[in-house]
């Protein structure tokens, strides 16, 4: 099983980025994907989530309205839209898969990616 996220990188406070997901060695249709981030000094925290089957979605309130996450099922990917970053937003971001619906998240993930650093400067 492989979680490889990439598209982080450094941009200015109101820019996007876009990160991706791609994952290979499960069946992408039976799982949910989250993106989680992990500030320095502070505890990760659950970003969003997406059902790869039905396209249910769940984001923490401090991005909703600025990220969308979406998958290409074809590529087995998820992607991460990221816009009208903030400082708040630097971190190091993570994907994770859960053998279920995404209706336990942040909790149940069993797959991890190894992250893509995200930093935004004021």
């Known amino acids: 099983v492989q979680l490889v996220e990439s598209g982080g990188g450094l941009v200015q406070a109101g820019g996007s980025l876009r990160l991706s997901c791609v994952t290979s060695?499960?069946?992408?249709?039976?799982?949910?994907i989250g993106w989680f981030r992990q500030a320095p000094g502070k505890e990760r925290e659950g970003v969003s989530c997406?059902?790869?089957?039905?396209?249910?979605?769940y984001y923490t309130d401090s991005v909703k309205g600025r990220f969308t996450i979406s998958t290409d099922n074809a590529k087995n990917t998820v992607y991460l839209q990221m816009n009208s970053l903030k400082p708040e937003d630097t971190a190091v971001y993570y994907c994770?898969?859960?053998?279920?619906?995404?209706?336990?998240?942040?909790?149940?993930?069993?797959?991890w990616g190894k992250g893509t650093r995200v930093t935004v400067s004021s």
């Open positions: 994770a898969a859960d053998p279920g619906t995404g209706a336990r998240f942040p909790y149940g993930m069993d797959y």
């Open positions: 997406i059902s790869t089957n039905d396209g249910r979605r």
């Open positions: 060695g499960f069946t992408f249709d039976d799982y949910a």
